[in-house]
C-alpha cells in the first residue's frame, strides 16, 4: 500500500495539521471526533468514509474528491463544497451543522440530509433529484434554480422555495411547508 493510500484505517481525535499532504487517498476510513475546523483538504480523495463527531467548519475543500461519503454529528459550517471534485461526488449527512455551507452547482442526486441545521446554506444551482431533507432546519437557505425533483421536504421547515425559479415536479412537502412555497406572494394561510 502506498503512503498515499490509507484504506480501512480509523483515526481518532486527530487535529487539521495531522491531515497534511497532497493528493492523498483515503478508502473506507473512519474519522472519528476529530477536529479538522480550518482543515487544508486540497487534492485529497475520500472514498467510502465515514466521519463521526468531527469538526470540520471552514475546512478547505478545493479540488477534493467526496465519494460517497457519510457525516453524523459533524460541524461543517462554512465548508465550499462547490470548490470540491464533480466526479462522483456524493455526501450525506446526519444531524449536522452546515450552516452557510456552500453546495453551488453541485450535483447531489440522492443526497440524504437528515436532522441538519442548514441555516443560510447555499444551494444555488444544485442538483437534488430525489434528496430527502428529513427535519431539516433550512432557515434562510438559498435555492435558486434548484433541481428539487422527486426530493422530499415533508418533515423540514423555515424554507422559501420560489416554484417559478426552481424545478419542483414530483417533490414532496407536508401542508406546513406551503408557506415556504407561496412566501413570494405575500399571502396568509391559516389553518
Known amino acids: 500500500m502506498q503512503a498515499n493510500h490509507q484504506e480501512d484505517q480509523t483515526f481518532t481525535k486527530i487535529s487539521a495539521d495531522q491531515l497534511i499532504g497532497r493528493d492523498r487517498t483515503y478508502e473506507n476510513c473512519k474519522f472519528m471526533n476529530c477536529d479538522l475546523a480550518y482543515a487544508n483538504l486540497y487534492s485529497m480523495v475520500f472514498i467510502d468514509c465515514a466521519f ?7 475546512a478547505d475543500a478545493s479540488n477534493t474528491g467526496f465519494q460517497n ?30 450552516d452557510n455551507a456552500v453546495f ?11 436532522e441538519c441545521s442548514m441555516v443560510e446554506t447555499d444551494l444555488t444551482e444544485c442538483d437534488l433529484t430525489d434528496a430527502k ?8 437557505a438559498f435555492f435558486s434554480r434548484t433541481i428539487l425533483k422527486g426530493a422530499d421536504l415533508r418533515s423540514s421547515y423555515n424554507f422559501m422555495i420560489d416554484p417559478d ?7 414532496q412537502f407536508s401542508l406546513h411547508g406551503l408557506p415556504g412555497l407561496l412566501g413570494k406572494y405575500d399571502i396568509k394561510i391559516e389553518g
Open 52 to 58: 463521526q463527531d468531527c469538526n470540520l467548519s471552514l
Open 69 to 98: 461519503i457519510t457525516f453524523k454529528h459533524c460541524k461543517l459550517s462554512g465548508v465550499n463544497f462547490s470548490k470540491a471534485r464533480d466526479f462522483l461526488f456524493e455526501i450525506h449527512f446526519e444531524h449536522c451543522i452546515l
Open 104 to 114: 453551488y452547482q453541485k450535483k447531489n442526486k440522492k443526497a440524504r440530509f437528515s
Open 133 to 140: 431533507f428529513v427535519n431539516c432546519n433550512l432557515n434562510r
Open 165 to 171: 425559479d426552481n424545478m419542483i415536479k414530483k417533490a
